[in-house]
């Protein structure tokens, strides 16, 4: 665990409460929440667990190892997650089955029989934990990459799309080169010249990412350029400023948040694709998954490593996806329902 | 009589063409007096929300308002404003509103707040003083239930109730001119007589003078004080509401007020004027009304017509109005 990785869930918590902050004490983001809550009750229910376990696995201090290790796996600082399953008590020998008795080679005794739900992976590793370590990488690659994301593609998006001329020139240029760019191709050389760690590959993400927001948030910008209502601002003599800030940002808010969730859905999936292609993050399902792919080819197959972290990933994904799709509907006036 | 509130000199406005620049409005001269309602109208396409919009500096990109032009308002050309200071005069001593109540206002916030941005844009004051600003003028402007209203959001409210939102939002600085850009085309018949009314009563309460736009001799019966016809970029007739519309001299305006459907000429054919409006560019020589007018002669082909003074009020650009008044 780096120290920039460290900081970023720092930064990431403060901004989570400062956002629940900001909630509680607006009347009309609460009347919200509330009816998310009340919508999606799940959905938020599995999102928070995944949350918790990514903070769980965040904290973590070096020390109260298992007796008889030696100096180096000692000076490793061990997180919550790491102290709950105790990994290195916690292993077989090799492959084993979920919830068997023996061992999957050879049908010897297991340490700790029916004890493993999903099974253990080839260095008899607990598959439930792998698992649980993956959660937070996914939210980081997911999470921080979209705030990367969003705020630089809605400036230009906005910008280009109200100001035009000159600025829409530059921003379409700039996404034109991008775009011609073969985006894997791109990826792969960011990460190779940036380096391996969480942030890189989330600033690699976020380089490559950018463009698809920034096109739709330039394109309603333009439309709503047109609109009637900013007309009649500007004939109030409201400024250009105060014209996106007050009825472009809030007009598009319900594209953020969608765009929020897709994002942030396709980045942990598109960590897969790197982790497939050797350049992912360790500890990440993508790893998880490509490490399955010769255990498929078995017989008898070996399924539950894929499985363990195929699930993780669809709960995670499908949780997401749900609540924005309720949250865009909550948002934007326009598809509220009557009579809240 | 003291110096008139808006006078709009000389107004060219020009849009590019293949050709050069084309003049969608030439040589424009209007005035308002204090607390006057000047009706300008005509049909579609003639410039007379351009004119407006030129009025406002909000005329559409391309489109540019010429050197010569001068646009004063209070005593200072607007045309020489800076930025800042024009928006100052938006919404403070000018306000305007539109045609389409409908989209004229943001889906995505209340109209309280909607109103309040205008209040809060030209006056600093407390978040409450400024509720209670908003709520006494939605109050002003005929809507039932201000308090409630106030968290209303757009599409909550009928075509009508927005078009008061907008009057609101218009008359917040209590400008001392408001242009209304056909305020009651989108609007059914019942709806309309109250929002005129409305406009009237606002009119005569706070003394502003409003600029309305229209196509409809309806609305300017109901309102107007004084009425200026416009046909293709140019005023033809102007005149007070008496005047125009008991005996209107230029053959356009007598034109209109014909096309009117009235209860005592039923089972008469409804008269029309033949042909449309040239478009900007391809204007005759002469006047320009001269190809749909039923009794153009000669000259009319040849040279524009000058103003023919009929009385201190009533003016008309007509070379056969001319012809009559010598002779």
Request: glycine letters at 8%; proline letters at 5%; charged letters at 20%.
């Amino acid at each position: 665990m780096g120290f920039l990785s460290n900081t970023l869930v720092v930064l990431l918590l403060v901004g989570g409460v400062w956002l629940a902050r900001l909630v509680a004490r607006d009347r009309y983001w609460r009347e919200n929440a509330t009816q998310l809550w009340r919508r999606r009750p799940l959905a938020l229910i599995t999102l928070a667990l995944f949350l918790l376990i990514g903070v769980l696995d965040s904290v973590g201090w070096v020390g109260g190892g298992a007796s008889g290790e030696d100096d180096v796996a000692a000076l490793r600082s061990r997180t919550l997650i790491d102290r709950l399953f105790q990994p290195e008590r916690f292993t077989e020998a090799s492959y084993s089955a979920p919830l068997a008795r023996l061992s999957f080679y050879g049908g010897q005794p297991l340490k700790h029989p029916g004890k493993h739900l999903l099974g253990t992976d080839i260095l008899g590793r607990d598959v439930v934990y792998r698992a649980f370590k993956g959660v937070r990488v996914a939210l980081l690659i997911g999470g921080f990459t979209s705030l990367i994301v969003i705020p630089i593609a809605l400036l230009f998006g906005v910008f280009a799309g109200y100001f035009g001329k000159r600025i829409d020139d530059a921003v379409f240029f700039l996404m034109t080169v991008l775009a011609s760019v073969p985006s894997l191709l791109l990826l792969i050389a960011l990460v190779m010249v940036m380096g391996r760690g969480t942030l890189q590959v989330c600033i690699a993400l976020g380089i490559t990412g950018w463009v698809h927001f920034c096109r739709i948030a330039r394109g309603e910008t333009l439309k709503l350029r047109e609109a009637e209502f900013v007309d009649a601002a500007r004939a109030l003599g409201v400024s250009d400023l105060t014209i996106i800030r007050r009825h472009v940002l809030p007009n598009i808010a319900h594209l953020i948040i969608i765009t929020f969730a897709l994002s942030f859905t396709g980045l942990v999936l598109a960590e897969t694709i790197l982790s497939y292609l050797g350049i992912g993050l360790d500890g990440s399902w993508g790893q998880m998954i490509d490490q399955a792919r010769n255990e498929l080819s078995r017989t008898p197959i070996i399924w539950w490593n894929l499985a363990g972290a195929s699930v993780a990933l669809f709960v995670l994904i499908l949780a997401v996806n749900m609540i924005a799709d309720a949250l865009r509907d909550i948002i934007d006036p326009r598809t509220r329902r009557e009579g809240r | 009589m003291s110096a008139p509130l808006l006078s709009v000199e000389n107004l060219v406005l020009t849009f590019p063409a293949e050709t050069g620049r084309i003049a969608v409005v030439d040589k424009l001269n209007l005035t308002i007096a204090r607390g006057e309602t000047l009706a300008l109208v005509g049909e579609s396409g003639c410039g007379k929300s351009l004119t407006a919009l030129a009025i406002m500096r909000l005329l559409p990109k391309p489109g540019r308002v010429e050197a010569s032009s001068r646009i004063e308002f209070d005593g200072r050309n607007l045309l020489e404003l800076s930025v800042p200071q024009m928006r100052a005069v938006r919404g403070g001593a000018i306000g305007m509103i539109f045609q389409e109540p409908m989209t004229s206002l943001n889906p995505v916030t209340t109209v309280g707040d909607q109103v309040l941005e205008a209040v809060w844009l030209h006056e600093k004051m407390s978040r409450s003083a400024a509720r209670e600003r908003v709520v006494e003028l939605l109050h002003m402007v005929g809507i039932p239930d201000p308090r409630a209203r106030f968290s209303a959001y757009p599409h909550q409210l009928s075509g009508g109730l927005k078009q008061r939102v907008m009057i609101a939002m218009a008359m917040a600085m209590r400008p001392r001119l408001l242009i209304a850009d056909e305020p009651t085309t989108a609007l059914d018949a019942t709806i309309r007589a109250q929002i005129l009314a409305l406009l009237r009563q606002l009119s005569f309460d706070t003394g502003t003078a409003v600029l309305l736009i229209t196509h409809d001799f309806g609305v300017v019966n109901e309102i107007a004080d004084r009425v200026a016809v416009m046909y293709a970029g140019m005023i033809v007739e102007e005149g007070t509401r008496r005047e125009l519309l008991s005996h209107p001299r230029h053959p356009y305006a007598q034109g209109l007020l014909k096309s009117i459907p009235r209860p005592e000429a039923r089972g008469n054919k409804l008269l029309e004027i033949k042909g449309v409006v040239p478009r900007p560019g391809r204007w005759p020589p002469g006047c320009r009304f001269a190809p749909r007018c039923p009794s153009a002669f000669d000259r009319c082909q040849a040279e524009l017509p000058h103003r023919t003074t009929l009385s201190s009020s009533q003016g008309a650009w007509c070379h056969l109005v001319e012809y009559e008044v010598h002779t």
